[in-house]
Nanobody, 123 residues
Framework: DVQLVESGGGSVQAGGSLRLTCAAS????????MGWFRQVPGKEREGVAS????????YYADSVKGRFTISQDVVNHTMWLQMDSLKPEDTATYYC?????????????????WGQGTQVTVS
């Protein structure tokens, strides 16, 4: 199994920035990709960004392209999501995920392991 722990959420004004961190542990060799998803109560979980652990290729949802940046430290099994120019519609619980997600799409069911989530509030 793989364990994922997110940190870095919080409250920020529109236009501000936050950086989320996801620390992975366990059998990380079982996964080929990691991603960030977000969810608002009453709505489906939405893909935000993903990265291939084996090469660093990235993919972003159109809603965050140009504002968010996903990155990783493969050696230390850590992933980040730098969020700039935040908007109120970015408010959600953000989840770190790991699995065998296919590049150039963000499909939650392709990710096996999930963190507990961290709240991001933009006002």
């Amino acid at each position: 199994d793989v364990q994922l722990v997110e940190s870095g959420g919080g409250s920020v004004q529109a236009g501000g920035s936050l950086r989320l961190t996801c620390a992975a542990s366990g059998n990380t060799y079982q996964t080929t990709s990691m991603g960030w998803f977000r969810q608002v109560p009453g709505k489906e979980r939405e893909g935000v960004a993903s990265i291939y652990t084996g090469g660093g290729s990235t993919y972003y949802a159109d809603s965050v392209k140009g504002r968010f940046t996903i990155s990783q430290d493969v050696v230390n099994h850590t992933m980040w999501l730098q969020m700039d120019s935040l908007k109120p519609e970015d408010t959600a619980t953000y989840y770190c995920a790991a699995g065998k997600g296919v590049l150039f799409r963000l499909v939650a069911k392709e990710y096996t392991y999930w963190g507990q989530g961290t709240q991001v509030t933009v006002s």
